[in-house]
């Protein structure tokens, strides 16, 4: 027998060995990255409605900094929150483009950060709300302006963000931030790290001054979530390798046959 004979006579099923290996393991890592996903889905879901309850909650006393060291802060963001203190001088503002507002606003504009002093002496920074971006420098100027005295606030604790790559470089001279970057704010405000909380707190919407701005109670609530075109892509994937493998193994086997009864 020669070894093209031989070679003729070797078995489909050795060649599909290999292959069927490659093919199982490729299969588990894709159905293992899709259920992933639907989990990841799952999570995104209870946190959405749990922040969607959180909202409608009574306000609770801020965290002061007895808590900080423990806090989760993602699980704590869009908590209603409730302090009393007073406003410091100092104002930042954070760029944005308001296309949803609750208020008479909207469009490009900014929100108006301030350093609060609460009664126990610990510091927070708090968004009074929207400005459009082309006021009146007089305008601007006053809405800059803190209210005076001892006041109660409530509001939603939000969590700080860092600018990425494609951030815009903060605007030190005009103080505006174009990420929500409070910890950064405090501290070109002057404002001491050490008694500064770990969040800040966007005022409700009935602490919008007479005037109108700034025009508080425009928390933005959004949370990406791709999971479940995550996972259908991954299940698509590995349901497109099941169908290549069968369609190779059926095109080998049938090779196989014709070569067969072509030698017999």
């Given at each position: ?79 209603h929150v409730m302090t009393g203190g007073h ?178």
């Amino acid at each position: 027998m020669t070894s093209k004979t031989a070679a003729g006579n070797s078995s489909p099923f050795r060649k599909l060995l290999w292959p069927f290996i490659a093919a199982v393991c490729a299969l588990a890592v894709l159905l293992k990255l899709g259920f992933w996903q639907v989990d990841r889905l799952a999570w995104k879901e209870a946190l959405i409605a749990k922040v969607a309850e959180d909202l409608q909650m009574d306000p609770v006393p801020a965290p002061g900094p007895d808590q900080w060291p423990a806090m989760d802060l993602d699980e704590a963001d869009y908590r209603h929150v409730m302090t009393g203190g007073h406003f410091l001088d100092g104002a930042a503002q954070y760029y944005i483009a308001l296309s949803q507002a609750k208020g008479k606003y909207s469009g490009p504009g900014y929100f108006i950060y301030s350093p609060f002093e609460t009664g126990e002496g610990w510091l927070v920074m708090v968004n009074r709300g929207f400005i459009p971006q082309d006021l009146p420098p007089d305008i601007k100027k006053e809405v800059f302006t803190p209210p005076p005295g001892t006041v109660r606030i409530e509001g939603v604790l939000r969590r700080s963000e860092k600018p990425n790559w494609a951030t815009p470089e903060t605007d030190v001279k005009n103080r505006i931030w174009f990420a929500r970057d409070t910890e950064d704010m405090a501290s070109i405000l002057g404002v001491p790290d050490e008694k500064l909380a770990p969040y800040s707190i966007d005022l409700d919407a009935r602490y919008t001054p007479a005037s109108g701005l700034p025009q508080a109670g425009e928390t933005i609530v959004k949370f990406k979530n791709d999971h479940l075109g995550y996972a259908l892509t991954w299940f698509g994937l590995a349901a497109t390798l099941v169908g290549v493998f069968l369609t190779y193994a059926v095109s080998l086997l049938r090779r196989a046959r014709a070569e067969k009864n072509g030698g017999a």
